[in-house]
């Protein structure tokens, strides 16, 4: 919930709070990692046991310092990305809250106006100052605290200062205490959004279905192979028969498109072309064959939704993703009140 709450504020499009997240995974792994190599007497009751008695591995111990730098350049790296996700992020926030935000991003901003409620934009006011404000947050100070203490642990560790000044590379390195008490301090700042249940529609039962915004679902299946709908066809048909008993007969609309189909299945299906159930799949609605007619297809759609948003879900071929990914771009309404087409493609 945190993340899909988040992304609405900052765009779901935009891949900042990845980059943030990913960013800091690597920040906290790497510092973990940063003070095994310098540990002494970590080094030396590893080299007194049999796990590296002779050989490779011993001498890899030597090399202690030269993993405490390379893990040093990694925080290095990430702390980079991680400061200007936050800059990107601190902006949106700041500009979630101006009225041309739009409709969801505003009222996402608003949450926690209201007295005992949780906010998520820290930024609370267009009209401040989304630095001064920034820095009034627990991981904003915190954040700027370990920054500078890390840049002068890393500036001090420089070959010329640790030769000429060996006493300020000793004395800015003890900053390490300081370092990891506001990375954990930084870590605490973090805000979870607070998952909340309608009280009135309890899960399970005959109400699933009322817990999503969903009006609809349209599944599309293209197989060349008759006997790769085998496995898949009772569970269309439980579905197809929860959907009659709970009177919601329009909620699961499929179409199965068979382009493999020979001589011999044509006259089978002209044959029981008149029976109620499919030949081929044993379902209600009736298999289609040949390949499905896009442009019909979304525009059908469109036409029976004219001012809904509507996901794209698929999983397939690259020549077809492309296809669909242009219908989406295609038939998406210019105006924002209009239908819009949202492509999101699956990999297995």
């Not at 990913?22 to 049999?50: D, H, Q």
């Not at 085998?230 to 197809?240: H, K, S, T």
């Amino acid at each position: 919930m945190q993340q899909n709450i988040q992304g609405g504020i900052n765009q779901s499009s935009s891949p900042t709070p990845q980059f943030l997240l990913a960013s800091a995974t690597c920040l906290n792994f790497n510092c973990m990692l940063i003070l095994l190599p310098v540990s002494r007497n970590l080094i030396s009751f590893i080299r007194g046991t049999n796990i590296c008695c002779r050989g490779a591995l011993r001498r890899q111990l030597d090399k202690n310092l030269t993993f405490h730098k390379i893990v040093a350049y990694g925080i290095a790296v990430n702390a980079i990305i991680h400061i200007v996700a936050h800059l990107v992020n601190v902006e949106r926030y700041h500009i979630s809250q101006s009225k041309e935000a739009g409709g969801l991003r505003n009222k996402l901003s608003g949450i926690g106006k209201t007295a005992n409620e949780s906010y998520l934009n820290p930024i609370r006011n267009y009209e401040v100052n989304p630095t001064t404000q920034i820095l009034t947050t627990i991981a904003g100070v915190t954040g700027v605290i370990i920054t500078v203490a890390f840049i002068l642990i890393m500036t001090s560790s420089t070959e010329i200062i640790r030769r000429s000044f060996y006493e300020v590379f000793w004395y800015t390195h003890h900053l390490f205490m300081v370092f990891f008490i506001g990375l954990v301090i930084h870590g605490m700042g973090s805000r979870v959004a607070q998952s909340l249940e309608h009280a009135q529609l309890p899960c399970g039962g005959d109400t699933c279905i009322a817990w999503s915004c969903v009006a609809a679902v349209y599944f599309y299946w293209t197989c060349r192979d008759a006997s790769a709908f085998e496995w898949f066809a009772d569970l269309l048909f439980l579905l197809e028969t929860q959907m009659a008993e709970k009177g919601k007969t329009h909620f699961l609309s499929y179409h199965i498109f068979l382009t493999g189909w020979d001589e011999s299945q044509a006259t089978h299906i002209a044959l029981h072309d008149d029976e109620k159930m499919d030949v081929i799949t044993g379902l209600r609605q009736k298999t289609f064959y040949g390949r499905p007619n896009w442009d019909t297809e979304f525009r059908q759609i469109a036409e029976n939704h004219p001012s809904n948003s509507i996901g794209v879900f698929f999983c397939g071929p690259k020549a077809l993703s492309k296809i669909l990914q242009k219908r989406c771009n295609l038939y998406s309404s210019a105006d924002p009140r209009g239908v819009q087409f949202h492509y999101n493609k699956e990999s297995f």
